[in-house]
Each structure stands twice: as structure tokens, then as C-alpha cells.
């Protein structure tokens, strides 16, 4: 299933891959609005879909966003809380950009804002809803991947140079401690820099669908630009030399994440 707003390829695994950051979609009325800096869309989770191809030979559900994150972003809490309270962040629609550059030459109003939640957020977390109950009710749980990327050095987010992976669960709240034991673990025996609920613990998604009780485990991986693009400005190229030793890390991450949801899961039998 396809869309302007959302793309569901539905696998055969109990893995879904959530991606909320990699479209540069623009709808007009909403283009009409930005400035010229906005227009760039620069802080795109650049070449997802590409840097996840590994992924196949887990035979995923994969959930990707057509849109740009400046129309709205779609790992916010709706009702527009912080989910970093005291820290920098930006907003449910974005008034700027990661590096606090405006992207609006007027910001969208409360009523724009509703009207955006409806007609772009609601059905991209419709169908990862969906894909979630459908995947529990095929295999019994759920591990649910969220995939981000973001420049490696941004001041008014964070000091100094991020690591390359930065693994988030919550502080341990959206997923089993077995699940995220195995996921540090294996990240733990290859190079990359590295860190876990460290400047990035999760967003919206991991929060809102990570429910161990009930079988869906979260977790959300916010990787260094650096690690996969052959500079972290435009035209923000593949490196796909660069990117073989991260694809293979995480390959190993997710694995073990996978092997010890199911192990999990045959415990409880």
C-alpha cells in the first residue's frame, strides 16, 4: 500500500521497520508557506531505504513516510509535550530547523496545526498501528525498529560530536530488559561509536508503541549522518563504502534483538 503520506510493504517477519523521517514530499499549500531555507529540507533522515536494504533477509514490514518532516513530524507526542523537557528540540511542525535556522516566512497557526495532525500525521500512525496488531496477531509479538539519522554535530542540540549509533528503549521502559540487553550487547562487539539512552532515548514512537506487556518491543535507532553519506551537507550523497560496516552492525544489532524477542516469546509459552 502506497500513498502520498505513508508507504506500507507488509513482510513475513516480526519485524517492522518504522520510517518517519525520510521524505521530502511537500504538499503545496504547505510549500507556499516556507521560506527558502525551509524548502531545503536538510534535516532529512537521508537514503533510508537504501541504507536499510540489509534488511531484507529479515523479511520486514517496512512503514515510511512520503512527506517531510517540516510539514509535520511524525515521532512528536501529538498533544505537543516535550519529550526532552529542559533540553532543546523542535516542535510537532517544526519552526526550525535542528540548527534553529526559521524554515517559515509565517509559522502555521493552531488551526494549521490540527488540520495537519488530521490529513498527515494520523494516517501514517494509522497504518504502523495496524501493521503492529497485524504482526502480533500472526506471530504473537512485535519488535518494532525506528530508524533515524541526523547530522553528526549540531550545538544547539547536543555538545561536541554524536556518536555513530545511538540506541534509544526508554531508559529500558519500551522493550523487554532481555531484548535490549541482547541489542547493546551485540552493538557492544563491533567498533562504531556508540552509546544507548544516551542524548536519544526515543521519540514518540518508541513511547507510544513500545509495550512490553503486551508484546511490542521498541526500539529507536538515531545514527550519525557520518556514518553513511560521503559529506553531511547537501547534496547529502550515499556512501555506500562508508556504509557497509554500519549496515553490517546494524544487521547484527537487530538480529539479536529478533532472537531474543523470540526467545522470549517461547518462554512465555
Known sequence: MSTDIVSVRQGTSPLILSMPHP???I??????QLNARGKLVEDTDWHMRQLYGFAERFAPTIVEAQLSRFVIDLNRDPAGV???PGQATTELVPTTTFDGAPIWQTAPDANEIERRKAA????YHTALAAEIERVKAEHGYCVLWDCHSIKSVIPRLFEGTLPTLNLGTNSGESCAPRVEAAAVTAMAEHPLTQI????FKGGWITRHYGRPSE???ALQM????SAYLTDETAPWTFDAPKAAALQTTLSAIIAAALDAAKELERSRS
Open 23 to 25: 521524505g521530502t514530499g
Open 27 to 32: 504538499p503545496p499549500e504547505v510549500a507556499a
Open 82 to 84: 516535550s519529550l526532552y
Open 120 to 123: 498527515y500525521f494520523q494516517p
Open 196 to 199: 544507548a539512552n544516551g542524548r
Open 215 to 217: 508484546r511490542v518491543h
Open 222 to 225: 538515531e545514527i550519525a549522518l
